[in-house]
């Protein structure tokens, strides 16, 4: 047996989907305005999890232009049919619904199928017994009442020409009447029905997961009359677990069932970690899956019929000797192709110190991994020669409007070290102290909602910032969006064009 622990993918890692192929399971999760996208984890055992790529990984299959920084990729489905996997999702600004292939879950990765005539969103694929594709998506219903109106609808897809074949037929409506967001559908097959699993109440305090069947693909579907299946909205806002939904099933080659599903961990009352990756077991009573038997809510903890295969590890000390970059690390929206080097000096990571901002809706000089709980230190090693008005540095992001920077930076005559705290686009200097160095230690460490900032100049003992800054900001409720915080190394000449460069010897995320 292998003990498992909530969430099983910490931190950002929004909207998960699964799948098993033979004796492995596969999940893809929803990346919105980062490059690369989708990333792909392989696991044996569901609880320990290795990142093995990112499906999207070039421009040419993940065009994210100027999107918002909660547009971009929506809710992947990932599937496997012989030999070839798929992943379907939706780019929001920038091509709506498409469809990449590989043979190996690694890659490579194809470029999109487009799907111009897939409305709507959350996309996902069920193929039936004899082969047949279906195309199983989200848009709002043509003669809706109200704002989150939705149906889900069913239609043939010919995987060889990736168009679709007859009629699209709507199947639900969601299980409340005058839902709101039915969403997120998967479908399934077992003992001869089919079955359509949606998120409803939208990603937030009243989402939950309910299902229907029907003995055709094409319905009439009928509601469980137990919906929702899963749910946290009737705990109130003191659970330590909220906003569960958006759930796909898996089995294991002993025949028991599992669920992987969004869910958020508020720390007073604020979601700093967006939405991450939770685990429930599932069992079948009457032709009806029944999520966590005997509780009927997401566990803290438990046990699988797995022999644990490596154990998570905390955080992460990154250094830069390889040619790539690790999988882990995200950059924001499409990365320039000059903005950062693993090769100029050997063991050192460049970033260009361009014009790009972090405030803005491009590239900037931005690159981190997530934040996975709120108690971390993440540190850098920098080497760098401000200019007026340039800055590098960590930085801790929610948004391009929502974030906290510790940068070294130069201000009229002086060189300084300076803690930005950005709220709604507004910046805000809540420490400076004048520094000069060519060569500095720079951390930051929250520790529930507050953050603190250090700083060790060549060889000198580390000396903490005078601030402590209060991260409620920096949340879901907030901030609003979808995503969860990054944190990283960050460069910017604030509109300027020096064409300087800051130099990082190595980034560390550990979780206290």
């Given amino acids: 047996m292998v003990q498992y622990k909530n969430p099983i993918l910490p931190g950002f890692h929004p909207d998960p989907s699964v799948i098993r192929v033979e004796d492995k399971f596969y999940l893809v999760n929803s990346t919105f305005c980062y490059f690369p996208g989708v990333p792909i984890y ?84 069920f193929f039936d017994e004899d082969g047949t594709c279906y195309y199983c998506g989200t848009k709002g219903d043509p003669n809706g009442a109200y704002y989150g109106d939705n149906v889900i609808y069913v239609r043939e897809l010919d995987t060889n020409t990736f168009s679709f074949v007859g009629e699209e037929h709507v199947v639900w ?28 109440g939208g990603t937030g305090p009243d989402h939950a997961i309910v299902v229907a069947r029907s003995k055709s693909i094409y ?34 080659t002993e025949g028991n069932w599992y669920a992987v599903m969004l869910a958020m961990r508020p720390m007073e009352g604020c979601s700093n970690l967006g939405r991450e990756t939770f685990l429930a077991k599932v069992e079948w009573q009457n032709d009806w899956p029944v999520f966590n038997p005997g509780e009927g809510k997401l566990l803290e903890s438990g046990t699988l019929p797995f022999t644990a295969c490596k154990s ?12 790539r970059l690790p999988f882990e690390m995200l950059m924001l929206r499409n990365p320039d192709p000059d903005m950062y080097s693993l090769t100029e000096k050997y063991g050192w990571l460049r970033l260009s110190v ?53 940068t070294y930076t130069k201000s009229a005559e002086t060189t ?22 060519e060569r500095i230690k720079l951390r930051l460490c929250q520790r529930g909602q507050q953050v603190r900032f250090f700083a060790a100049l060549d060889d000198q003992p580390e000396q903490e910032l005078p601030a402590v800054v209060d991260a409620h900001y920096l949340c879901t409720e907030r901030a609003g969006g979808f995503v969860g915080c990054t944190v990283g190394m960050y460069a910017s000449a604030n509109g300027r064009d020096n064409g300087n460069k800051a130099y990082f010897a190595w980034f560390e995320y550990q979780n206290l």
Wanted: glycine share 8%; proline share 7%.
């Fill in 416 to 437: 300084e070290l300076h803690v930005v705290r950005c709220e709604k686009g507004q910046e805000t200097i809540v420490a400076n102290l004048p520094v000069k160095s």
């Fill in 42 to 125: 392989e696991s044996r055992d569901l609880v320990n999890w290795t990142q093995i790529g990112n499906v999207l990984s070039r421009n040419e299959n993940l065009p994210l232009g100027t999107c918002a920084h909660s547009n971009g990729i929506y809710a992947p489905t990932i599937r496997y049919y012989k030999g070839v996997y798929y992943m379907i999702t939706t780019n929001i600004e920038n091509g709506g619904n498409f469809i990449v292939t590989a043979n190996h879950p690694e890659g490579p990765w194809s470029d999109p199928h487009w799907l111009p005539e897939a409305d709507g969103i959350d996309p996902s694929l």
């Fill in 173 to 200: 409506k969601g299980a409340l009447r005058d839902a709101v967001w039915p969403e997120g559908p998967h479908i399934y097959k077992r003992n001869g029905y089919y079955y359509v699993m949606i998120a409803e």
């Fill in 219 to 252: 319905g009439p579907y009928e509601g469980y009359r137990s919906n929702p299946v899963l749910t946290h909205r009737h705990l109130g806002f003191q659970s330590p677990v909220v906003a569960v939904g958006h759930a796909d099933l898996v089995d294991d």
């Fill in 354 to 406: 361009r014009k790009p901002s972090i405030r803005e809706t491009s590239n900037p000089s931005y690159i981190g991994v997530r934040q996975t709980s709120m108690e971390f230190t993440a540190e850098t090693m920098l080497r760098f020669v401000p200019e007026q008005g340039e800055e590098a540095g960590l930085a801790l992001v929610q948004s391009n409007e929502a974030n906290l920077r510790l």
């Fill in 312 to 323: 998570y590890t905390d955080g992460t000390s990154y250094h830069f000797y390889e040619n």
